[in-house]
């Protein structure tokens, strides 16, 4: 692997292409379902998806609500009317010819997005977000002389969403492309998969020499990314490529790179010579989009609380820390999971005394992030799919800070709910796990291990502290492992005061 | 000798139907033997199994108790631009020589909710792209009046057909003048619809901002009923407007007392021959004689209808050409050596020359930096002339006109009088770029400038009646108290 050195007066300009596959039923100008994990191929078409003779393209109302969402929650104008044109080229994996997108009139434009870089806020200008169809397969199988196409992909909803070149480094890349995931997902438009390809990334980059103003007269596309982390290294590897290039007095060429995992660099890819004419022109089978201010005043109205929204909140409400908050946010159904099990926290906090809110909430919200979320990744499921209900995540939760099970039982009891669901006292019943706290009970132990251990008492009355341990040990055995540990050391101390 | 069923109106033959007298097997036997011993090449494909099939579960349907659906156990034929599942669909082309629908177009789904009987799809211009009949890749279609001469197009089949009684009647359609012409040289009776009346769904495209699904019948009383079955909005063409049909058939009139008739100066052009213009003149004679104001109009933009068109129907026949690679279905060409070959010698064996020159002029008119310059500036003159018909509207019902400047011409012969194509775009383009209604019906004879005629009396003229955007009702009146009037609509090639 090459590499170069770094610099800090040459100044990246980037900006990104990004598809996103709409989470439609059906697909954007068809009945066809719209499933990006069907595999068998050519399921999923119709006499619309494959283009036969006479068929005409029906726009997919939820499509364009999706992305009236999404524009709206990247404070997008979204005019009056929009409309469809036809994008011509002939490709195997293009049924009719012809793409149906939109050229010059995009569902919304000139929006924005904040993104935290450092601690500070860096705004990325959205140019515009439009709608198109997507394209099916090609495939070529190996050693055969012939190529298949499979048209389940072909048609599905897709919002292209291009932003100004206002990033400048592979982080602040990532950061955004990871806020702008969040959001889709918040929106419920997309699943936004990198490795399923509902989203695809494509940055445009380029590197302004010192004193240069404007956009650098060239710029280098990065196809094939797929995930956030290979687009930071992409990005950054092709910052101190075209840097060294400019440094020795050369232009980099305009050119379509892919990022090659293996090799951890871009790897040019076959530039096309003559510039495409597609020949646009206003598609004449589908009428023009008109967006009321009804319409669009009820979709605001019905905007979830996107991500900025809730980090704030999760941090003055809650109180939690920068890295916490984050996890949360990053799991949109972990996120949802957890707020419900707040709501079952605060049932509890209303009918009993002597619970701490803030406290059972960071509870919950460890328990969530550690041993829920692996044992989900470890089942490769979501929050929902597992058998564990807010109302007995909130109850143990709150179990475990009154003491009544200790906390390596609360791991036996959660995998019991995990695993099988139920009610975290019942399971606590089943397996006898339940604390004892009950100090004249503990008490009751502790005398009996100190009248059998004279030799033990008299070395930590004389000084051996390891002793005590000794002491901890037998009476958590006389009480058959449940006893409270905290009341059991707290109880013994007194019963056995130092000389001093 | 056994009863003669063509030529019926549909009205009769449900009578037949509905009083047992015949049965819909037996028409349709009837239909196919006429159709085999026709010369015209009006067909296609004809469809003489599913035919019978059909007309076997009409007649269980018949023979059930309770009320027919009005086209039930009835005949009729498609131009070969509608998918019907199942059936062989060629657009009258090479390309789609192999093809065979996987889906049913809305009317033809409509049609078969009918339970009328399709007996087979009808020759035309290769993907409608003419208005002579000739360039189809399957032969010219004759017309039944002279089969030295063309029917007109590009629904040649369908006219002709109906006009021998081949069948009752049949499905056509329009882009620019592709039902009136034959309508009209053939003698019957032609509806092109307000554009979105009838769903688009199914047939195949040539000018999806022109195209406007129709038929050809005996009489505008069949078409009115015609019309009622296969109007509405379909959620699968979202073009269709959502107006509810109106009753055509039964809210058809012949009183047309206090209607204004406007008749364009414009489209009495130079060039036409006398006796069709004879022969349109009497026919709004006629109208005012039963009642009808006449008033001279003007619509001074008609004279740039051909040269918008030229524009945007090129440009849309392009784009709407261009899913026929050779990749899914249709002519896949056996000498391609990889991709790119695939597309160029499957298109180029599997087109005709019309669609080639379409084809390359939409191509050019849409490429960067002549877009604006054609395709935009002619969406704007567009615009002009579909004000100047609302304009014009505003003072007038309907408005009549030739729909063509001469009677039918010799097969072979349409490019040796470039006039003839000028003037007849003329008099049919403005009208489907404003997407309006309109009726070819028949209005007597005219010898041909050739002067070679078959019979002393020439050959058959239409009279054009147009009508505002949804006034279908409006030309149905009018044509239907013409014909209440006059017989031409009742001659038919050698019945006299």
């Known amino acids: ?500 | 000798m056994a009863e003669e069923h063509a030529y019926k109106s549909l009205t009769e033959l449900r009578k037949d139907l509905d009083a047992k007298k015949i049965s819909s097997v037996e028409l349709a036997e009837y239909f196919l033997a006429r159709i085999k011993k026709s010369d015209l090449n009006a067909f296609i494909t004809v469809c003489e199994e599913e035919a019978l099939a059909q007309a076997k579960i009409a007649d269980n349907y018949i023979a059930s108790p309770g009320e027919n659906p009005f086209l039930c156990g009835i005949p009729y034929a498609a131009k070969d631009l509608f998918c019907a599942a199942g059936t062989r669909t060629t657009a009258a082309s090479k390309i789609l020589d192999n093809y065979v629908a996987p889906y049913d177009s809305t009317v033809i789904g409509k049609l078969k909710d009918q339970k009328a009987v399709l007996l087979g799809k009808t020759n035309l211009d290769q993907f409608a792209h003419g208005s002579s009949g000739e360039t189809s890749a399957y032969g010219a279609t004759k017309n039944p009046w002279d089969k030295t001469r063309m029917p007109g197009g590009s629904s040649s089949g369908s006219a002709a057909a109906v006009a021998a009684g081949l069948a009752p009647w049949a499905t056509a359609t329009e882009t620019g003048g592709s039902i009136r012409v034959p309508a009209s040289f053939c003698g019957i009776s032609g509806w092109k619809p307000t554009y979105g009346r009838v769903s688009r769904y199914g047939v195949i495209a040539m000018g999806s901002s022109l195209d406007s699904i129709g038929a050809v019948a005996y009489s505008v009383e069949d078409l009115a009923h015609i019309a009622e079955l296969t109007s509405g909005r379909d959620e699968k063409d979202s073009t269709t407007g959502r107006d509810e049909v109106p009753g055509y058939a039964k809210n058809l009139s012949a009183d047309i007392k206090g209607m204004t008739i406007g008749i364009p100066k414009e489209y009495f052009v130079d060039g036409m021959e006398a006796g069709v213009r004879q022969r349109v003149m009497d026919a709004i004679k006629e109208l005012e004689k039963l009642g009808a104001k006449v008033k001279e109009v003007h619509l001074p933009n008609t004279k740039y209808g051909s040269l918008v068109y030229a524009i945007v129907c090129p440009s849309e026949v392009s784009s709407n050409l261009a899913r026929y690679d050779g990749i899914r279905y249709g002519h896949v060409t056996k000498q391609a050596g990889n991709l790119l070959e695939v597309y160029e010698k499957s298109r180029a064996e599997g087109f005709g020359d019309e669609a080639k020159r379409r084809v390359l002029t939409g191509t050019y008119v849409l490429s960067a930096g002549y877009y604006d310059a054609y395709y935009k500036k002619a969406q704007k003159v567009r615009r002009l002339i579909v004000n100047e018909f609302a304009d014009t509207f505003k003072n007038v019902d309907v408005l009549a006109c030739p729909v063509a400047p001469s009677v039918a011409q010799k097969l072979g012969r349409a490019a040796d009088d470039p006039l003839f194509g000028y003037i007849t775009d003329q008099l049919n383009i403005p009208g489907s770029l404003a997407g309006l209604p309109a009726l070819s019906v028949p209005c007597g004879f005219a010898r041909p400038r050739d002067g070679e005629t078959p019979s002393m009396d020439g050959l058959p003229v239409g009279l054009q009646i147009i009508g505002p955007q949804w006034g279908e009702q409006e030309i149905f009146n009018v044509g239907y108290a013409y014909q209440q009037a006059t017989d031409w609509h009742k001659k038919h090639p050698g019945s006299d």
């Open chain 1, 1 to 500: 692997m090459k590499h170069f050195s770094s610099s800090t007066e040459y100044q990246p300009v980037i900006g990104f292409e990004i598809h996103i596959e709409l989470a439609t039923k059906s697909k954007m100008f068809s009945p066809a379902p719209n499933d990006p994990d069907e595999k068998t191929p050519n399921r999923n078409i119709d006499e619309i998806v494959t283009a036969q003779p006479g068929t005409l393209p029906v726009a997919n109302k939820e499509a364009i609500r999706l992305a009236a969402m999404v524009g709206l929650a990247l404070d997008c104008t979204i005019d009056e009317w929009s409309k469809f044109d036809r994008k011509h080229y002939f490709y195997p994996d293009l049924p009719k010819g012809y793409q149906i997108s939109q050229y010059d009139q995009p569902i919304s434009k000139d929006g924005h997005l904040d993104v935290i870089i450092g601690g500070r806020v860096k705004r990325i200008g959205i140019t515009r977000a439009h709608l198109e169809e997507d394209a099916g397969k090609n495939i070529h199988p190996e050693g055969l002389p012939y190529s298949l196409v499979d048209y389940n992909r072909a048609g599905c909803a897709l919002l292209e969403i291009v932003t100004e070149p206002d990033i400048e480094s592979g982080e602040e890349a990532r950061v955004f492309l990871q806020e702008l995931r969040n959001i889709v997902r918040y929106l419920g438009a997309s699943d936004c998969d990198m490795e399923k390809g509902t989203m695809r990334v494509e940055p445009n980059i380029s590197v302004r020499k010192p004193g240069e103003t404007g956009l650098p007269k060239y710029k280098v596309e990065v196809k094939n990314i797929n995930s956030f982390k290979f687009a930071e290294a992409a990005i950054n590897y092709e910052i101190a490529r075209q840097t060294e290039l400019l440094k020795e007095g050369k232009t980099p060429r305009q050119v379509t790179m892919g990022w090659n995992e293996g090799l951890g660099q871009t790897v040019e890819q076959r530039s096309k010579e003559e510039a495409n004419d597609y020949r646009y022109f206003p598609e004449p089978d589908l009428p023009v989009l008109q967006f009321t201010k009804e319409y669009l005043d009820d979709l605001r109205s019905h905007l979830p609380e996107l991500p900025a929204a809730k980090r704030g909140r999760f941090k003055s409400e809650y109180g939690m820390d920068d890295a916490t908050v984050e996890n949360l946010i990053n799991w949109k159904e972990l996120n949802f999971y957890f707020e419900d099990v707040v709501s079952e926290i605060d049932e509890w906090f209303n009918q009993e005394k002597g619970l701490d809110r803030a406290q059972l909430i960071k509870q919950a919200a460890n328990w969530c992030l550690q041993d829920f979320s692996a044992m989900l990744n470890a089942k490769l499921i979501n929050p929902r799919e597992a058998m564990v209900t807010p109302e007995n995540f909130a109850e143990l939760t709150k179990l475990i800070s009154q003491g009544k099970i200790s906390g390596s039982a609360a791991k036996t009891v959660f995998k019991t709910m995990f695993e099988h669901g139920g009610e975290p006292l019942a399971i606590i019943d089943d397996l006898g796990l339940h604390q004892v706290s009950d100090e004249n009970a503990i008490e009751q132990a502790i005398d009996k291990v100190i009248a059998a251990n004279e030799k033990a008492v008299a070395d930590f009355k004389a000084g051996q502290e390891k002793s005590f341990g000794f002491l901890v040990g037998q009476t958590m055995k006389e009480l058959k492992g449940k006893g409270n540990p905290q009341i059991i050391n707290q109880l013994l101390r007194k019963k056995l005061p130092r000389a001093v």
